[in-house]
T-cell receptor
């Protein structure tokens, strides 16, 4: 069974530029999560989807971050414009259903904003 | 408010030593779930265990064991006879049942280095 796929693995941009990350969850997984992991910290949830609907985006900085999961499968997270403090690893995770189930994580995208 | 605290930032042991990683949590919910994840250098978080708040039985899986104590709000993780491959960052996480979102609140992580 293929795991959670993410691309790109690494991205370096200048502040005020835009960037997009892509995630393809495990086939059949209805719930998809995007986490931000700043160096030396635990992951923090940015947004959660159930199929193509948003469950929780309370910690997403909506003035610059956006995310979509149009067909309920893969998802894109965008930052526009990026700030220095957005430098982090962006992790995508999926689970079979909504609730306290095991989440399967992708390898992450390491973003450096200069 | 929900919170997970892993007070140990880094631990270094020599191979074959036993090591315990501490986790203390805060929640007002009576129903919640606790997790441990391992993050090796490759970056992917790997699920290790999930416990619900009504099951205080300790669990053992090979060299890994977990001690859940509601009285002290702790969910500690012990590796027996550590190996170099255990070197990683370990995260404890909390998920509350309210809203049934599955959202994980992570601790800051403990970096474990096992030296040969």
């Amino acid at each position: 069974e293929a795991g959670v796929a993410q691309s790109p693995r690494y991205k370096i941009i200048e502040k005020r530029q835009s960037v997009a990350f892509w995630c393809n969850p495990i086939s059949g997984h209805a719930t998809l999560y995007w986490y931000q992991q700043i160096l030396g910290q635990g992951p923090k949830l940015l947004i959660q989807f159930q199929n193509n609907g948003v469950v929780d985006d309370s910690q997403l900085p909506k003035d610059r971050f956006s995310a979509e999961r149009l067909k309920g499968v893969d998802s894109t997270l965008k930052i526009q414009p990026a700030k220095l403090e957005d430098s982090a690893v962006y992790l995508c995770a999926s689970s079979l259903a909504r609730g306290p189930y095991e989440q399967y994580f992708g390898p992450g995208t390491r973003l450096t904003v200069t | 408010a929900q919170k997970v605290t892993q007070a140990q930032t880094e631990i270094s042991v020599v191979e074959k030593e036993d090591v315990t990683l501490d986790c203390v949590y805060e929640t007002r919910d009576t129903t919640y779930y606790l997790f441990w994840y391992k993050q090796p250098p490759s970056g992917e978080l790997v699920f290790l265990i999930r416990r619900n708040s009504f099951d205080e039985q300790n669990e053992i899986s090979g060299r890994y064991s977990w001690n859940f104590q509601k009285s002290t709000s702790s969910f500690n993780f012990t590796i027996t006879a550590s190996q170099v491959v255990d070197s990683a960052v370990y995260f404890c996480a909390l998920s509350e049942a309210v809203g049934n979102t599955g959202k994980l609140i992570f601790g800051q992580g403990t970096t474990l280095q096992v030296k040969p």
